[in-house]
């Protein structure tokens, strides 16, 4: 998000001086330990939240990640983002068969956001990709999903924007943000900044900074396989309303998810995994999505994710001269450069630059 603001800010002003300040290596929040799904809402996913918040919101932020990846790929190139229209796949397990029956509805609602066809019911792959048909019943085809390769697309970005003449700075941790006037003062490390403006991109991070505002970390862990010969699947799977995903890398299989095990222990910015949600993943691995083959895992890890009270991002001006892009709820990659061009409007339109 950071990245993606100051280039959005950069397209608009040509000769600003834009300083970005990251605290870590590199990215060190989620957007260097994601899945990379430019997703937009399983079926499952979606109908919980019809069900919480109707369909004009639901389908309100479905548009916003469709835009977002639009914006992502329009931005750098779907090459440069290592990014694949390989289709995506829900898996229906038995004690959730019951939302096909409202499979039409969903349908007929996305046609004007991602056209006709946009969820389809696709039980013919179930053998193909080798899942177990006992735990996956149904199979439920999301074609307009993708995926991408997270590194990739950050190293695209760095180069992006020094090509743009942006500055990035990393080992520069924020302390303290203070409008005071036509500023906005800047503490990291032992130096004070002033700048005109301030755009905020920790999302999880955020209250560290701005405590007032709504945003809940929520852990994210990961396993990712050794490679597994023969893999007879590409492309991005979702399973129980996107609490836990899976895809094909470099002919591994990298599986996230089960936040939803202990959402009250998973709401912490501590990059652990933890016995309980690894021996989960391990169990979906073995006995849904790879049965009846035994396959090591190479990688295990842990990202931070932002949550509140509803699935929104937060985009708005807190302060004179300080604008935040907070809270992706877990589907930044898809939101992000949607965000960051909502954000430079704001910055623009603040009329201090
Ligand atoms: C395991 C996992 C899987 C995911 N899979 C997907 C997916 O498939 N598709 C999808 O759309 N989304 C996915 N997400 C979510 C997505 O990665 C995030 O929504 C997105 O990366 C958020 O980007 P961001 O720039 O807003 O936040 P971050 O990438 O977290 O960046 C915030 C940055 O702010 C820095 N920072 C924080 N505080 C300070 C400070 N005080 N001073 C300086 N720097 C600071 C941090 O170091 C960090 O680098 C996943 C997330 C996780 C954890």
Known sequence: MGLATALAVRARLPSASILVLE???????????????????????LLSDVDSVGWDATLAL???????????LARVGAQDAGYEHTGGWELIEPHTVGVLDRLEEVERALRPVLGAGAVLLDDARIGEFGFSRARVPHLVSLRREGALDSGRLMRTLLKACGAADITVWTGADVKAIASEGDHVRVEVGD?????????VCTNAFTRALLPDLEVTPGRGQVLVTDPVPGLAFRGVF???????????????VLLGGG????????????LLTTERIQAYLDDLLRDVILPGQSVSVSHRWAGIMAFGPNKAPIVRT????????????????????GV??????L???SGRL
């Open 318 to 337: 807190v302060s004179p001269g300080v604008a935040v892009g907070v809270r992706m709820g877990g589907m930044g990659v898809a939101l992000g450069s």
């Open 347 to 349: 910055i623009v339109g």
């Open 259 to 270: 936040r939803n095990l202990d959402f009250a222990g998973e709401a912490t910015a501590e």
């Open 191 to 199: 130096l004070s900044l002033r700048a005109k403006h301030v755009a």
């Open 238 to 252: 979702h399973l129980d309303e996107g609490f836990v995903y899976f895809r094909e890398v470099d002919g591994r």
């Open 23 to 45: 605290r870590g290596l590199l990215a060190s929040g989620a957007t260097g330990r994601n899945a990379g799904f430019a997703c937009f809402g399983s079926l499952t996913e």
């Open 62 to 72: 479905v548009e916003r990640r469709f835009r977002g990846s639009q914006a992502l």
């Open 340 to 345: 960051a061009e909502e954000l430079a409007d």
